[in-house]
């Protein structure tokens, strides 16, 4: 894995290592312990763990970024209490993650992982760099958290609802067992708008579960918009007491209040607490606070840059000319790390897995009346006792050629990916190169070649019995020729594909209806129709292109 931030300028050496030994006095309640002894590895001042929250806010972007895809208003927005939960609050050991007097921290919220990874990480359970890899595939840290994949993960969580429940059950588990640990569930506001919130809550009351702590991210937002509006939840506060809890509320970005509640003694209390954290959306970074459109939408590099110089972290996280800002230039395209091979090269089995099952959707409606044909000619022949190829040595030929098209696809598709050329969809993330590509395709339509290979795939017979030979030779040489003449139909059409999306099944099923239309009309005149669409859509990429390019006039 990259040293992604190694040697990087004026970051404190304390976070440089967050799981280093620190000797201090043990002050309010315990947490990152050594579970065999009993002795404090590590404790932080109030002041540190604002510092640390808000380098956790600036690694959330880098991570955010880096995979392209994630949900960066939420994650932003509990930090504070993550920073808390996992460095002051929480009794937990790193080397011993499944202590069974640890305290538990579930995340109901499961798409909020990258704050728990931090979380994580800062308090030694994993390497702080390693965080980067989010949402890779094969990387333990998933889009939502997977407890069997990364130790310190408690639960799988993602379904919205269901945390409370989850933790509810813990909780009532360790009061069972007589264990003093506590259990923390952190949960959204929008999430309140689930039923089963309000089963667990009941049941938590019912058990007089004083040893669970439920935390409202109370930022206001959810994906569809402001939560009083999508469906109002207030007052939040009464329904959780009519239902027996103690409820308090405070101001989630104040690290003293934070601190005070979640570390008071609950011991005999016999009610359950909520914490409701009022938070803003999107916490520190200008342009993302209170706006709910950050809710599932990571940033691009300009505005992870610009969200690091809101933090006044950029040069504490990427020093100007370090290491670091070099790599991350590279990390935080929509193309795969560099030097993660081991992840990337996964991705290479599954692309060319569907070029080819794209391939043969491709070659099916001109290859199987051929094949079949050839069937019935074989049959009829062995019948008499002569000799000839099988069928599956036809099909051999067309499905050779269909493989080498894949993985000719496949490979361009990965290397365009590693050059960070495609999006998230797999799309030419360039409109210059799209409008290029709808261009080339739009210019084939017209030539010599597409005119052959069509009236070919038009009237296939005639090819067929004017080329066969009855040897195993011929007759794969035949397949390899017809299917030559179905690529060269084909080719353009679905080079398209990069400039749409690979993975765009709109286009996919549009461009296999155009391919089939243009089977069976009787002139080039469709062909030609498609070309000009095609251009005139290229035109238009490379115009939009161009005009967002623009420079600004000046005032």
């Given amino acids: 894995m990259l040293a992604l931030f190694r040697g990087r300028a004026n970051v404190p050496a304390r976070f440089a290592n967050p799981s280093a030994a620190y000797a201090s006095p043990l002050e309010g309640p315990m947490a990152i312990l050594d579970s065999a002894t009993g002795k404090l590895i590590r404790d932080y001042s109030i002041e540190e763990l604002i510092d640390a929250a808000k380098l956790m806010r600036g690694y959330d972007l880098v991570a955010l970024c880096a995979a392209g895809s994630g949900h960066a208003g939420g994650t932003l927005s509990i930090m504070d209490v993550t920073a808390a939960l996992y460095l002051k609050i929480a009794n937990h050991d790193p080397g011993n993650p499944l202590w069974s007097e640890r305290d538990r921290i579930i995340w109901s919220g499961g798409h909020k992982a990258p704050s728990l990874y931090l979380g994580l990480a800062f308090a030694g359970f994993c390497k702080l760099q390693d965080v980067m890899l989010l949402r890779k595939l094969g990387s333990p840290f998933q889009g939502h958290p997977h407890w069997l994949k990364l130790p310190g993960v408690e639960v799988s969580t993602g379904s919205l609802g269901q945390g409370l429940s989850i933790a509810v059950g813990v909780a009532l588990a360790g009061k069972l067992n007589d264990k003093n640990y506590r259990t923390f569930c952190i949960m959204g506001d929008g999430e309140q708008q689930e039923g089963e919130i309000w089963e667990a809550a009941m049941e938590a009351a019912h058990y007089k579960l004083e040893n669970l702590v439920g935390i409202v991210d109370f930022n206001r937002l959810q994906i569809d918009g402001p939560v009083s509006e999508v469906m109002n939840i207030d007052p939040l506060e009464e329904k959780y007491a009519s239902f027996g809890w103690d409820v308090v509320r405070i101001n989630g970005h104040d690290m003293a209040q934070i601190l005070n509640t979640l570390s008071a003694n609950r011991a005999g209390a016999g009610k359950p607490l909520l914490v409701v954290a009022e938070t803003v959306k999107g916490k520190g970074v200008s342009f993302m606070e209170n706006v709910a459109g950050w809710h599932g939408k990571a940033p691009n590099h300009e505005e992870m840059i610009q969200g690091l110089r809101d933090l006044g972290l950029l040069d504490r996280i990427l020093p100007a000319g370090g290491v670091g800002r070099a790599v991350v230039e590279i990390l935080c395209r929509p193309a795969l790390a560099a030097g993660q091979h081991a992840v990337d090269l996964i991705r290479l089995p599954a692309m060319l897995l569907m070029w080819c099952a794209m391939a043969l959707a491709m070659m099916i409606p001109s290859a199987a009346p051929m094949i079949m044909t050839y069937a019935d000619i074989a049959e009829t022949a062995w019948r008499k006792g002569e000799r000839v190829a099988s069928p599956l040595v036809l099909t051999g030929g067309y499905v050779s050629v269909w493989i080498a098209f894949a993985v ?148």
């Fill in 408 to 555: 000719a696809a496949a490979g361009l598709q990965w290397a365009l990916a590693r050059a960070a050329l495609l999006d998230r969809g797999m799309a030419t993330a360039s409109g210059l190169l799209s409008g290029a590509v709808f261009v080339l395709a739009g210019a084939y339509q017209f030539s010599g070649l597409k005119h052959a290979c069509v009236t070919l795939c038009r009237a296939p017979f005639a090819f067929f019995f004017a080329n066969w030979t009855p040897t195993s030779d011929g007759v794969f040489r035949l397949g390899v020729r017809q299917g030559l003449y179905c690529l060269g139909c084909c080719w353009a059409m679905m080079l398209v594909m990069f400039a749409v999306g690979v993975m765009n099944v709109v286009w996919m099923a549009a461009l296999g209806v155009l391919m089939t239309l243009e089977k069976v009309a009787t002139t080039m005149r469709f062909s030609r129709a498609i070309g000009v669409a095609f251009i005139a859509i290229g035109v238009a990429f490379v115009a939009s292109s161009i005009v967002a390019h623009w420079p600004a006039a000046a005032p």
